[in-house]
């Protein structure tokens, strides 16, 4: 099996292309991407390029792995990672199925963890 995995997460809540609406038993399979995903691809591809499937492993599959560590970093990740780890664990947010790994690290930038830290400040019980 994996014993690291690596995944950033996109600020729809996917994590390794596991869009919102995927389920927690999913395993590795070819994905339709959401609007919100290909756009932010225009940055690496040319439109006729851009990717509209990929391959991932799907959440159980990840949720297998010895440890995670997930990345964040800016801005535009700040309400979706502080959604991912304070609110309700749900297929909405795929990344939010994160916590129910064990062995999770989450690395973030000052900008991806501001609501994070400004929501959990006196909150020992949250993940920190």
């Known amino acids: 099996g994996i014993d690291l995995l ?9 994590i390794a292309f596991n869009e919102p609406g995927s389920a927690l038993e999913s395993r590795t ?14 940055t690496s591809f040319s439109p006729p390029e851009l990717p509209r499937k990929a391959i991932t492993m799907g959440l159980a599959t990840i949720l ?3 440890r995670i560590l997930l990345l964040a970093s800016g801005s535009r990740k700040a309400q979706i990672l502080a959604r991912a780890l304070t609110g309700e664990i749900t297929t909405d ?10 062995n999770l690290t989450v690395i973030a930038d000052e900008e991806a963890a501001a609501i994070y830290r400004r929501n959990s ?8």
């Open 64 to 66: 297998e792995a010895r």
């Open 6 to 14: 690596i995944s950033g997460i996109g600020v729809n809540g996917h």
């Open 93 to 102: 947010v795929p990344a939010s199925a994160l916590r129910l790994h064990s």
């Open 121 to 128: 400040v006196d909150k020992p019980e949250s993940i920190g």
């Open 29 to 42: 399979r070819i994905v339709e991407l959401e609007d919100s995903t290909i756009e932010l691809m225009k």
